[in-house]
């Protein structure tokens, strides 16, 4: 039955070629260093499979990382537009200086000029009491009120463009006093308030994401680390015949990491996608806003440094949860 | 070499599995490792491959204390040994290739000296034809076969086998253990344990007899057959 003589001398043959034939690593170092990139090459390609025979659990698995890489995710987008659009505002930050009723034409000039010149104003322009009235008289349902009254009520008025470097609250606040110390300013008002309002809620909006961020990373390697416990679970008769014929922990472990990150890569692939989807939905309804404040308002996405990173914080991440799970379980894994 | 120094075995349970076992296995050697079920044939065995470890005393493998034997270094130890379990221990999910090559994997060989090797390995148990097969839907003497191959495969100095035979009819029983006798003639040093005494006594070969934990037989076959069986 057994095809003793042939096989015989090929036993013996690899035996003297082998010498004692104790070790059974007598193949060279470069081929070891060979076959680990080609058993990494296949068992990196085993995982995905193993991923697609499972669809619906992976899907899910999937989905699951993805909604909780998403949330953090768009909310640092939505932080980082709006953080953007005030920080627009603050570049041409008014400060509008009403001259008393006294102030002629001329002497408003000049002091508009010398204003220019002061540290932290960009530029400085004067508005006459006619100007001011015309501009009125343009917008409906002004004219016959600025028509029927005796006198133009209107003062001259100084408008400085703050330079937006220098804009602290305190550097804009110090100007302001320097312009009413002036005889001929009646009163100074900026517009700086609502700016302190945006930046403190966008400062602790930021801090909101950082917190979610952090707890919704503790998620994904969580999930991805159950994930990885149940399969672990469900092979654990494989797990134990490959340490039997001498497998060690990081060979038994391997696929199972390959797995989390496969997870936590496509988790955050699906995330991208959400997020490049909503910026998509907005798009419009951003837009009219746009029109509304007459300016450029345009939506800031991820880019592309951005969602490379995500990419390999999802995937590191799903690796780290894969590495928790195995480490943990495979250890206790010893066959009996 | 697999050398014992007063072994004793005394599981968590309290429960002694073998008690101060000595004797000495020299490379190249073929012995059957005998004695009733529950006898510490199998415990024996584990300690040898370091499934399980000695309370007291030394197990040495080629010069090698096992109890200084770091668990890291446990892999490299179980790739010089062969192991056939009686339950086979083979993966139903791929197929017979894939199982004996997985030892060759596990070491990291050459993909191209793998299917060679496995070949090699499939073509001595003479089930070359059955390579894409799975294992379920191979007999019971088949599957066996395979676990030998699977055993051989990376060419380790020792073999082990737990009751290799235990579901086999005589027939099938004798070819497996004329396949050990072979890869004994080419030096690998054979240990099998079994209760199929009829067996042994026709192998010719040196027998360990255990029972109840104790050695009390180490010697040669017929004797020691004899003796056995003039106990009971």
């Keep these: 039955m057994f095809k003793t003589t042939k096989t015989n001398r090929r036993i013996g043959e690899s035996r003297t070629r082998s010498g004692q034939g104790i070790s059974p690593s007598h193949h060279t170092f470069t081929s070891r260093i060979h076959s680990w990139r080609s058993h990494h090459r296949l068992v990196a390609a085993q995982s995905i499979q193993r991923l697609i025979a499972t669809p619906v659990s992976s899907v899910m698995t999937i989905l699951v990382l993805a909604i909780a890489i998403t949330l953090p995710a768009a909310l640092n987008v939505a932080i980082t537009n709006v953080a953007q659009l005030t920080g627009q505002a603050s570049d041409n930050v008014q400060m509008s200086l009403y001259l008393e009723k006294a102030t002629s034409d001329t002497s408003g000039r000049k002091l508009a000029k010398q204003m220019a010149n002061w540290d932290g104003v960009n530029s400085a322009s004067y508005v006459s009491p006619q100007q001011a009235k015309d501009s009125f008289r343009t917008l409906e349902g002004f004219v016959e009120i600025i028509d029927s009254l005796p006198e133009n009520p209107l003062p001259g008025v100084i408008v400085l463009i703050l330079s937006d470097q220098s804009l602290t609250v305190n550097q804009a606040e110090a100007l302001r006093q320097q312009a009413l110390a002036l005889r001929d300013v009646a009163s100074a008002k900026i517009d700086l308030e609502w700016l302190q309002k945006v930046h403190a809620i966008v400062g602790l909006a930021q801090q909101i994401a950082a917190v979610l961020s952090i707890l919704l990373a503790i998620g994904v390697v969580l999930v991805v680390g159950n994930t990885i416990k149940l399969s672990i679970d469900t092979r654990r008769e494989e797990i134990i015949v490959t340490k039997l014929v001498g497998a060690t922990n990081a060979f038994v472990r391997r696929p199972f990491l390959y797995m989390g990150l496969w997870f936590g890569a496509s988790g955050a692939l699906i995330a991208l996608i959400l997020i490049s989807a909503c910026k998509y939905a907005l798009t419009s309804a951003i837009d009219s806003l746009s029109l509304v404040y007459g300016g450029n308002i345009e939506l800031t996405g991820l880019g592309f440094t951005n969602s490379l990173t995500l990419l390999l914080m999802g995937a590191m991440l799903g690796w780290l949860g894969a590495w928790l799970a195995a480490s943990q379980h495979i250890r206790a894994l010893e066959p009996r | ?232």
Excluded: C
């Design chain 2, 1 to 232: 070499m697999i050398r014992f120094e007063g072994v004793t075995k005394r599981y968590d349970s309290g429960q002694e599995a073998l008690s101060d076992i000595s004797f000495e296995l020299d490379s190249g050697e073929m012995a059957f490792l005998t004695g009733h079920s529950g006898a510490g044939k199998s415990t024996l065995l584990k300690l040898i491959m370091l499934m399980e470890r000695a309370t007291q005393g030394e197990v040495w493998i080629d010069n090698q204390n096992l109890a200084t034997l770091s668990k890291r270094h446990v892999p490299l130890l179980r790739r010089k040994m062969g192991v056939v379990h009686q339950n086979h221990q083979l993966l139903f999910d791929r197929s017979v290739y894939d199982n004996v090559a997985l030892p060759l994997i596990v070491a990291g060989y050459h993909p191209r000296d793998i299917g060679r090797r496995v070949r090699g390995a499939l073509d001595k148990v003479n089930l070359l034809h059955k390579e894409k097969m799975h294992p379920q839907s191979l007999s019971g003497g088949e599957q066996q076969r395979v676990g030998i191959a699977r055993a051989v495969v990376n060419k380790p100095p020792f073999l082990l086998a737990d009751e290799p035979t235990g579901n086999l009819d005589p027939a099938l029983s004798a070819e497996i253990m004329q396949l050990f006798k072979e890869f004994n003639q080419v030096g690998v040093t054979v240990l099998v344990a079994t209760h199929d005494l009829a067996l042994i006594a026709r192998m010719h070969h040196r027998s360990l007899i255990l029972r109840e934990g104790s050695l009390v037989g180490n010697g040669a076959t017929k004797t020691i057959a004899q003796t056995d069986m003039d106990e009971t």
